[in-house]
C-alpha cells in the first residue's frame, strides 16, 4: 500500500450505532488531519495530529472521538451520530510543520447516517 | 485567519477549449496557494502549490496557475481541457501555523 488509505470506504449505519474510521499513512509523514465534506460546504476540518498529539479540533460534536495510537494510523469513533453527520470523511497526512508542504488526502468514508 | 473564495460553483466547457477557474483570497501576509482537485469518489490530489519565486507556476496534467499579488488572486488555467478534467476543483490558502483553509469548489463539466 502506498500514500494514505481510508477504511472503510462506505458506511451505513443507525443512529445508536458505534462504528469507527480507520485512516492509515505510508509516507512516514507526522501530522494528520480528519475533514468533513458535505455537499454544498467548504471542506471542514475536524482534528489535526501532530506526533501523535492532538493540537486542533474544531468544535467538533463529542460524538466524535479521534484516536491516533502512532504517527502512522489515525481513527475517528463515533458514537449516537445524526443524519446531518452523513458525509464524506477525509484524512490527510503531512510532513512537518512548514506550511508549504502539502497535505496528502486519503480516498475518504462515505458516511451514511440513517 | 485566512479565507478563499472561488466565485464560481459550476463550469461547464468543452473538449479542447481552455479553462480558467477563479481563487481570490484573504490573508495580510504572503500566502501559501495550493490547488487541488477531487474525482468522484476520490479523495484531493494535489496540481500545484505557490510559495514564492516565478508567480507563473507549473502543475500536474498541463494546469499551471497564476499567482497575482495586486488582485489577491491565484487563478487556475488549462489551456485545452480533455474529458478526464471532469471534477472538482480546490483552491486552498495556508499559513505557517498550520491552518490551511478550503474554498467551497469548483465543479467542472466538460461537453465533447
Known amino acids: 500500500e502506498t500514500g494514505v488509505t481510508q477504511t472503510p470506504r462506505h458506511l451505513v449505519m443507525g443512529m445508536t450505532n458505534k462504528k469507527s474510521l480507520k485512516c492509515e499513512q505510508h509516507?512516514?509523514?507526522?501530522?494528520m488531519y480528519w475533514y468533513k465534506q458535505s455537499a454544498k460546504k467548504p471542506l471542514e476540518l475536524m482534528f489535526v495530529y501532530s506526533l501523535e498529539e492532538r493540537v486542533e479540533n474544531n468544535s467538533v460534536p463529542s460524538r466524535f472521538s479521534p484516536e491516533c495510537p502512532n504517527s502512522s494510523h489515525l481513527f475517528l469513533h463515533l458514537h449516537t451520530l445524526q443524519p446531518e453527520d452523513s458525509a464524506l470523511y477525509l484524512c490527510a497526512s503531512r510532513q512537518g510543520w512548514n506550511g508549504f508542504n502539502e497535505q496528502f488526502f486519503g480516498p475518504g468514508t462515505r458516511l451514511t447516517v440513517l | 485567519a485566512q479565507s478563499v473564495t472561488q466565485p464560481d460553483i459550476h463550469i461547464t466547457v468543452s473538449e479542447g477549449a481552455s479553462l480558467e477557474l477563479r481563487c481570490n483570497y484573504s490573508?495580510?501576509?504572503?500566502?501559501?496557494l495550493f490547488w487541488y482537485v477531487q474525482s468522484p469518489g476520490q479523495g484531493l490530489q494535489l496540481l500545484l502549490k505557490y510559495f514564492s519565486g516565478d508567480t507563473l507556476v507549473q502543475g500536474i496534467k498541463g494546469f499551471e496557475a497564476e499567482f497575482k499579488r495586486s488582485q489577491s488572486s491565484f487563478n487556475l488555467r488549462k489551456p485545452s481541457v480533455h474529458w478526464s478534467d471532469a471534477a472538482e476543483y480546490f483552491c486552498?490558502?495556508?499559513?505557517?501555523?498550520?491552518?490551511?483553509?478550503f474554498g467551497a469548489g469548483t465543479r467542472l463539466t466538460v461537453k465533447p
Open positions: 509516507l512516514g509523514h507526522n501530522a
Open positions: 486552498a490558502v495556508a499559513d505557517n501555523n498550520n491552518d490551511m483553509r
Open positions: 490573508y495580510g501576509a504572503t500566502p501559501y
